[in-house]
Nanobody, 126 residues
């Protein structure tokens, strides 16, 4: 069983920055593809960013490209999401997700991920 715990959410003004972190249990973290998704009130969950097991490949939703950066530290079993130039439309609960033993693909669809965190709220005021 893999446990994911997000942290770093909060309230920030538009144009500000936040850094989300996801701490992951499990001895094989370096084999996981990792991703961030978000869900705003009344909307479906959407893909935000993903990173390959090695950190060598990253993918972003068009809505966050150039503003958000995903990274990972395999020595610390963590994945982070640096969010800059935040907009009110970035307001959502942000979820960390893990796809185990993922060497050949980095999915952007939620159903392909095996484990999820509980989420952390990000609120951007205008």
């Amino acid at each position: 069983q893999v446990q994911l715990v997000e942290s770093g959410g909060g309230l920030v003004q538009a144009g500000g920055s936040l850094r989300l972190s996801c701490a992951t249990s499990g001895r094989t973290f370096s084999t996981y593809a990792m991703a961030w998704f978000r869900q705003a009130p009344g909307k479906e969950r959407e893909f935000v960013a993903a990173i390959s097991w090695s950190g060598g490949s990253t993918y972003y939703a068009d809505s966050v490209k150039g503003r958000f950066t995903i990274s990972r530290d395999n020595a610390k079993n963590t994945v982070s999401l640096q969010m800059n130039s935040l907009k009110p439309e970035d307001t959502a609960v942000y979820y960390c997700a893990a796809k185990i033993y993922s060497f050949s693909s980095v999915p952007t669809r939620g159903h392909e991920y095996h484990y999820w965190g509980q989420g952390t709220q990000v609120t951007v005021s205008s």
